[in-house]
């Protein structure tokens, strides 16, 4: 009988501990459209976001490179801070951007049809998505537009925003939660230029 007691009062304390986890992380709530998510708290959202980011290939495009023994490896020091402001490109020959998508080492800068487009600032810098909010960020994703704004210019190739756009309303919350934790790089990306502005350099 006492030991039978004693399993009784450590599966209540089991329990009441798995109640108090499950709480304290995720909270069901009801959406605009009746639906049920699920609200996860913040050191949680950022964790998710990070795993997003990373099996997403958003440092594919976004953070600079070093070349190492195995070819090109993610710069830490400036993770998702797009396209260095001051490495200069190779010239380009406009007959080859015809027909083919061209990339610089680095993977940060890209050539095609649509002129020169270069990866953007990520980070939670000023220069990168810093003053965004969740509302432009889900614009440009859903909608692709340039920093999430109304009438502004289309987000240009290589960046797959289209397949990006079905994404969750979670997933994309959890991936801002985290670009917005991320260390802040100072880099202000150039700006995109067409084919005819390449012709004249």
Known sequence: MKRASIMLGALAVIIAVAVIACNSSTQPSTNNEGLVTTTVDHDSLIQRGHYLVTIMGCHDCHSPKKMGPIGPQIDSSRALSG???????????????????LSNHTATAFVGPWG?????????????????????????????????????????????????ANATDDDLKAIFA????TPPVNNVVPAPRSLQEIAKL
């Open 83 to 101: 396209h260095p402001s001051n490495q200069p490109l190779a010239p380009i020959n406009t007959k080859e951007t015809e027909s083919w998508m």
């Open 178 to 181: 985290y670009l917005k934790s």
């Open 116 to 164: 020169i487009s270069y990866a953007a600032n990520l980070t939670s810098d000023e220069s990168g998505i810093g003053a965004w909010t969740e509302a432009q960020f889900f614009k440009a994703i859903r909608q692709g537009k340039y920093k999430g704004m109304d009438n502004s210019r289309p987000l240009l190739p290589p960046m797959p925003w289209n397949v990006y």
